[in-house]
């Protein structure tokens, strides 16, 4: 009898295995993007920054994110960080807006300026944007990296 019931958990154990594997193969990586980005009072002389973000939750399922982390880098240079864990649920298909606060790295932050006033002529710098999105303990983190320019000057854009 004990070993009919042995066999018996095996099989629902594998049963359970196999319906979990196939749980996240069709799961696609949710949309981040930078909707605002504005300066806010911070502490002693270093300022703030509230960061406005859309996540768009393209799967099934509902995205109940528990915590994000982020980063923001200017010319190589990690210049804001932050970390949140007040966030909304991302419905099934749909999308939400997350407003971030972050702080500067004071250091980082006078090297990034101190070689911008060596160069003054350059109108076109490189950002990133590096976040992880923490969904729970079943789930994997995910990571979503955007890249691009910022540019000095408006017309710059256009050319």
Known sequence: MTRLIHI???FVFGFYLSGCAGLGTDYETPVVSITSFKAIPGEGIVPGFEIGLRI?????SALDLKGISYSITLEGRKI??????????IEAY???DVLLEASV???NSIGFFSDLAKNRKQ???TYSLDGKLDVG??????RVSKK???FLFDSQQNQ
């Open 80 to 89: 804001l960080t932050g970390v949140s864990n007040k966030l909304p649920t």
């Open 8 to 10: 018996f958990l095996i």
């Open 105 to 107: 790295d004071f250091f």
């Open 137 to 142: 303990a079943l789930h994997p983190i995910i």
């Open 94 to 96: 749909g999308q939400g």
């Open 56 to 60: 768009v939750n393209p799967n099934r």
């Open 123 to 125: 109108e076109r710098f």
């Open 148 to 150: 691009g320019h910022l």
